[in-house]
């Protein structure tokens, strides 16, 4: 059974930076297509970003393009999220989630409902 922890949210100011992090255990790590998700309180849960096993290709949501970066280390099953000019709208719980399979799958998704093992999410807080 595959299993995801994420790690290093926490508190910064406005224009500040984190990085997050993704470890994943068991499963072929790099078979599968990995995202970050986010979500405030009283919303839903939104795209970030997500990047083919491969690291070929990756896909951001408008509202964090040219600001935070995903990337891959098969060699060590993580998946990160840099964060920069981080602003207050993006405070929320963050998600890694992985489409999980036997197979590799070179496709990536901006939908929930494609993933199906999901991280226990870290908080980010940026303050104004």
């Known amino acids: 059974q595959v299993q995801l922890v994420e790690s290093g949210g926490g508190l910064v100011q406005a224009g500040g930076s984190l990085s997050l992090s993704c470890a994943a255990s068991?499963?072929?790590?790099?078979?599968?297509?990995m995202g970050w998700f986010r979500q405030a309180p009283g919303k839903e849960r939104e795209f970030v970003a997500a990047?083919?096993?491969?690291?070929?290709?990756?896909v951001y949501r408008d509202s964090v393009k040219g600001r935070f970066t995903i990337s891959r280390d098969n060699a060590k099953n993580t998946v990160y999220l840099q964060m920069n000019s981080l602003k207050p709208e993006d405070t929320a719980v963050y998600y890694c989630?992985?489409?999980?399979?036997?197979?590799?799958?070179?496709?990536?998704?901006?939908?929930?409902?494609?993933?199906?093992?999901w991280g226990q999410g870290t908080q980010v807080t940026v303050s104004s």
């Open positions: 989630a992985a489409r999980i399979s036997t197979y590799r799958i070179y496709d990536l998704f901006m939908r929930p409902p494609d993933y199906n093992t």
């Open positions: 068991g499963g072929t790590f790099s078979n599968y297509p």
């Open positions: 990047i083919t096993w491969s690291s070929s290709r990756s």
